[in-house]
Structures are given as C-alpha cells and as structure tokens.
C-alpha cells in the first residue's frame, strides 16, 4: 500500500517535472491576444475598406492571418540563440532576395519591390528586416565593451546599409528607411556614445540631402512638398492627404458606423484598404475606436518591451529591441501619416493593413519575442 507521504511527494513534484508548462504560464501572452485582437479589427476594416472595390480583400487577408498563426507558432518553437548561429546565412539569404527583386521583380505603386511565385507574390524586404535584426543581434552581443568603439559602429551601419539600399533602389524609399529605427535602437542597447548619436543625426540629415537632390523621383518630391505645402495641389499629389484628413475628420466621437463611411465607400480615398486603413478605420468609428486600436498597439509595445527588460541574455535583449523598435516606428509613421504629421510613404499599419509578406512578417516577430520570453530561464 503506498504510503501518504510518498502520495504527497509525487504532487508536489509535479511542478519539477514540468518546467516547460511553468515557464509557458509566465509567458507575456498579453502580446500575442494584442495581435489577435487587431488582426480581427484589421480584417474587418479591410472587408469595409475593399467592400466597394472589384475585389473584396477580406477572403486573402483571413488566408494571410491563418498562415500568420502557422508562422508564429514556428518563430515560437525556435531558440534564438540556434537561430543567430546561422545569422549570417540568413542575413545573405535576405539579400540575396533583394538583388533578384532589382533584376526580377515584379511592379506595383510605383516600385519593384515583390517576387513572384505563380499567382502569389512575395515582399522580400519585409524579411529582410528580421534577418538583419538576427545579424545585428549576433554581432553586437559577441561585443564586451560598455560602449562601441567607432569601428564596430561602422561595422553595423554597413550591415544595414546593404539592404537597406537595395530596397531603396527598388525604389522604395519609405521601406528603406523602416531599418533605421531597427539599427538606431539596438545600438542604443549595447552602448553608444552621445558624440556618435549626434554625428549620425547630421549624417543622416546630409544623406537625406543628397537622396533629394539625386535619387528622390519626382512623385516622392511632391509626396514631400504636399507634407510641406498640402493645399498646393489639393487635386493631384495633395489629394490622398486632403481625403485622408477629410476621413479622419468626420469620424468625431463615435463614428459614421461600419461600412457608412463616405470616404472609403464612395471611393474618394485612395489606398484605403493597404497605407491608409487607419482613416477607414477612424471614420468608421471614431475617437472612441482610434483610442481602443492604439491602446491594443500600447498593449503590445509594453509586453514586448517587457520581454525585452526581463531576457536574461545579450542576444534576446537586442533582438526583441530591434524587432519592437521597427515595429513601433511603423504604427508610429503611419498613424501620423494620415492625418499630415509626416510625409506620406507607402508604411503600412502592422496587422491592420492588408498584405501577405508584412503579416507573415509580423507573426514572425511576434513568435520571435515571445519565443524569447519563454527560453528566459534556459538562456542566460
């Protein structure tokens, strides 16, 4: 007959024989319901904003988000640290992608940005990004300074430089420029001196001149004087803006209601369902539904950078802060965009905005902090 203590002590080691199932409960699944969460209102946005177009968009957004779950259910089961030891495969298989979207790739906006692999299309640069985050995160954690010596700083930007001029060739500037936040917080992380910060603002400021004078193509000039100047052509290259400001306007406190707004149904607002959602969005349902998206984006920023503030290695620490600094500064640009508080780019709204490779994109990352979060008890 077994004994009460032994029945007590097969109990109480129940918890020892399961730490997977412990530490899976600690896990800032706060995260991943954000997500969920807007993907839904994404893609019911994205049915209204599409509603009245030759195509409802709703059917491939919902593909794109059950792939999304697939994908970050993979990132998730990944260690980080088995990933960044084939960072630099990977990063060279990122660019590798990108030089075939110069020679092979497909058109649409105005940029060749996509590959095509038979009706479906990829957008490499959107994978791309992680990929540098992973080389980032290897070479600055095998760093053991407090701060980065100029050469190694100069090492990182030429890590960024590459990709991110291949997709400004492409030409895509707005997405080019979706890597300097990714750089920008990750340096901060592993320690960079003021002088360097400043030097690298003005830089960037005498760079920004010189892509003005000598690769900006002309719809982007006037995408910029627009920003500048938004009744200078209220019928050409200010018109997104006007509408987009119009949309958002008319929302006031509660909303017209979904699908009763006159912008997106009545088709006044271009590239409604893609950069421009967050105005359906407002129109339909106003202050009231503006403030509740940006609090599940709030939601998540803070999760994730809690994550980042609890990983117990280098690595994790400056991935989950590359990863949540590009992510940030996407909901960041776009929601300023289309109400006029920056220049208008083609930025998309992370898991509102309708498209493929940037919702794979974004479960990926999602998987990929919340993977980090699970190992922090095995990865020191």
């Not at 000039?221 to 119009?246: C, E, H, N, W």
Request: proline residues 4%; charged residues 15%; positive net charge.
């Amino acid at each position: 007959m077994r004994s009460t203590s032994g029945t007590l002590s097969t109990f109480a080691g129940l918890p020892e024989e399961r730490p997977a199932l412990r530490h899976l409960a600690r896990v800032r699944w706060g995260l991943l319901v954000a997500a969920l969460l807007l993907s839904l209102v994404g893609l019911a946005t994205v049915h209204s904003a599409s509603s009245e177009m030759g195509i409802d968009y709703l059917p491939r957004q919902a593909l794109w988000v059950a792939l999304g779950l697939v994908v970050f259910l993979v990132a998730f089961s990944l260690d980080h640290q088995s990933l960044t030891k084939f960072a630099w495969l990977i990063y060279l298989t990122g660019v590798t992608l990108l030089l075939l979207v110069l020679f092979f790739g497909q058109e649409a906006g105005g940029s060749r940005s996509w590959l095509g692999i038979g009706s479906y299309r990829i957008q490499p640069s959107e994978f791309a990004k992680i990929s540098t985050a992973l080389m980032l995160a290897r070479y600055l954690a095998g760093v053991n300074r407090r701060y980065l010596r100029l050469p190694q700083i100069a090492f990182v930007v030429v890590l960024v430089c590459v990709p991110m001029a291949l997709v400004a060739l492409s030409p895509d500037l707005g997405g080019a420029a979706m890597f300097l936040p990714m750089m920008g917080g990750m340096l901060l992380v592993a320690g960079i001196r003021w002088r360097f910060v400043v030097a690298g603002a003005i830089t960037i400021i005498l760079l920004g001149a010189g892509l003005w004078n000598f690769v900006m193509l002309d719809y982007q000039k006037d995408r910029v004087m627009t920003f500048v100047s938004p009744d200078r052509d209220p019928l050409g290259a200010g018109y997104q803006l006007q509408q987009s400001k119009i949309a958002v306007g008319s929302g006031q406190l509660a909303g017209r209601g979904y699908q009763q707004g006159t912008q997106s149904q009545l088709r006044f607002l271009p590239a409604r369902h893609t950069d421009f959602i967050f105005a359906v969005l407002a129109e339909e349902w106003g202050f009231l539904g503006v403030v509740t998206v940006l609090g599940l984006y709030a939601v998540y920023i803070f999760n994730g950078a809690r994550v980042a503030g609890r990983a117990r290695d280098r690595e994790g620490v400056l991935l989950v802060v590359g990863l949540l600094s590009g992510f940030t500064f996407h909901v960041i640009y776009n929601t300023s965009m289309v109400v006029g508080l920056v220049p208008i780019t083609g930025i998309p709204l992370p898991f509102l905005s309708y498209g493929g490779s940037f919702t794979l994109a974004n479960f990926i990352i999602a998987g990929l902090i919340l993977g980090i979060d699970f190992r922090r008890f095995v990865n020191r």
